[in-house]
């Protein structure tokens, strides 16, 4: 087996973004006639400043190449820029990507923080739309769907005044 596997993938529909897919892993299967490529083992996706880490990382393309989805598994990490200039950092136990819909899934011990400005989700299911700006959030079993909120104290004191 080949160690830390360097294979670059470059598809058509990327280089309109002028940005290079990079994919890092232990292991790479692909069955071009299908339109997958799997990735396993210590992979790290990056593109651009966005960066993606997990077990296995699956790659669906359609007859031109084009990716139309990207599947991650397996202790999940990432931090993504999206179109609307939005930071995220977190982690999930799976996470899909959807280019065409520029949507992410993520599934499963959801820990989802915007760090402009620190709101943080909680959850067993994440939806963020990176093009639209918007985020949804469910809970499977027991547990809540938890939002934590950073803000700002705007209690201004008058000189001289005594409380």
Do not use: C, H, W
Not at 39 to 48: A, E, I, L, R
Request: hydrophobic share 35%; aromatic share 10%.
């Amino acid at each position: 087996m080949i160690k830390q596997l360097l294979f670059l993938v470059t598809f058509g529909a990327l280089a309109s973004y002028a940005q290079e897919l990079k994919i890092i892993s232990d292991n790479f299967k692909g069955d071009q006639s299908k339109g997958i490529s799997i990735f396993t083992g210590n992979v790290k996706v990056t593109k651009g400043s966005d960066e993606l880490n997990a077990s296995k990382v699956t790659i669906y393309t359609n007859s031109t190449r084009k990716p139309i989805k990207y599947v991650a598994e397996g202790d999940v990490s990432f931090y993504i820029v999206t179109q609307i200039k939005e930071r995220y950092r977190g982690q999930a136990q799976t996470v899909v990507y959807l280019p065409n819909e520029s949507e992410y899934q993520f599934t499963k011990k959801v820990d989802l923080i915007r760090l402009d400005d620190y709101r943080r989700i909680k959850g067993d299911k994440v939806v963020l739309n990176e093009e639209k700006g918007f985020a949804n959030a469910d809970s499977i079993g027991d547990e809540p769907v938890v939002m934590i909120f950073t803000l700002e104290d705007k209690k201004e004191t008058k000189k001289g005044s005594k409380k």
